[in-house]
């Protein structure tokens, strides 16, 4: 039988939808922002072809309409759920949690009174908190800083986009916004007088 042309070009978007497929799947199953490396060593695929397919997804959760999207931070991907539904997502979430209870107590604690001693959160939570704090570094959900005896932890910017909070609610950069905005309208309000 002679492969034509045609058949050829059946044969190569097959595969290529069947790459998609394996893709999808990754992200699905990962929950979290993978790497090329993470995503050749799981799919078996080359980075060209992964960036091409990487281009072909995102197009295709905005073409369809779709929940789901694809982010992108630092090179590195992961699928979400598009911000309108994450009120779903919080609601499905109360099951099962990532984190446990102590955890979110923990983490909520440092949310709430950041930037605070990592020796008062121990003090709070207990001796666990230690466990909790370097869980929450290893996801990069806060950074800690020396101080005499002890670390300083306050919120990164990855727990804004973990927890998918616009940064706008970070309100570290929402004084920083508002004070940019009053400069500006001190600075186009000044020549009028």
Do not use: C
């Not at 939808?17 to 050749?40: H, N, P, Y």
């Amino acid at each position: 039988m002679d492969i034509t042309s045609k058949t050829a070009e059946e044969i190569d978007q097959a595969h290529e939808r069947e790459d998609m497929k394996k893709l999808e799947a990754i992200f699905f199953v990962s929950g979290r922002f993978l790497t090329m490396q993470d995503l050749i060593s799981l799919s078996d695929l080359n980075p060209i072809i992964i960036t091409d397919l990487l281009e072909q997804l995102i197009e295709k959760y905005d073409k369809e309409d779709s929940a789901l999207m694809i982010v992108e931070k630092n090179n590195m991907w992961k699928m979400d759920v598009k911000p309108q539904y994450s009120d779903i997502i919080n609601r499905l979430a109360t099951g099962r949690s990532e984190f446990t209870k102590a955890e979110q107590e923990t983490l909520a604690i440092i949310a709430y009174k950041q930037p605070i001693k990592q020796s008062v959160i121990v003090k709070i939570r207990g001796n666990k908190a230690y466990e909790h704090v370097k869980k929450f570094i290893d996801l990069e959900l806060i950074k800690k800083k020396k101080i005499g005896h002890t670390y300083e932890l306050n919120l990164s910017e990855e727990f804004y986009d973990y927890f998918n909070v616009l940064d706008s609610k970070n309100p570290l950069e929402k004084k920083n916004n508002n004070l940019a905005e009053g400069q500006t309208k001190e600075a186009e309000g000044g020549g009028d007088g």
